[in-house]
């Protein structure tokens, strides 16, 4: 068998600069160089080893639904949510109930959210 890790997560976005402002704003990511080219492409840092690639495509229709989404766990959930609040981010639970988490039958809590493109987010707190 193969042994595999993830390594980035690639969106088509309509505008890049307004999306790379939400996810720094959103989750304080550090933009890093994209070494694959040199396109328009920008490259923020999820973790050491996992990257978000945020490819503009202006002229795309995007399309999206909730069951298409990327998720992030973090550890001071409550505080995110707060966060998310201050900046006037809507979120909701899976069943669409804004500004309600939801708990999985596992124990773990989470919400989606949506960025400026419309792709949705999940952040739980499965640390």
Known sequence: MHTLTFNHIALSVKDVNQSVAF???VFQLKEIKNTASNSKTRWLQLTESIQLH???RPNLEIKTNKA???ALAIAHFKEFINH???LNI????WKDTPNKDY???DGIKQIYFQDPNGYWIEVNNDV
């Open 23 to 25: 996810y720094q704003e």
């Open 84 to 86: 998310l609040e201050t």
């Open 68 to 70: 298409v989404h990327f």
């Open 103 to 105: 708990i999985r039958d």
């Open 54 to 56: 945020l490819i503009p």
């Open 90 to 93: 809507v979120y909701s639970d």
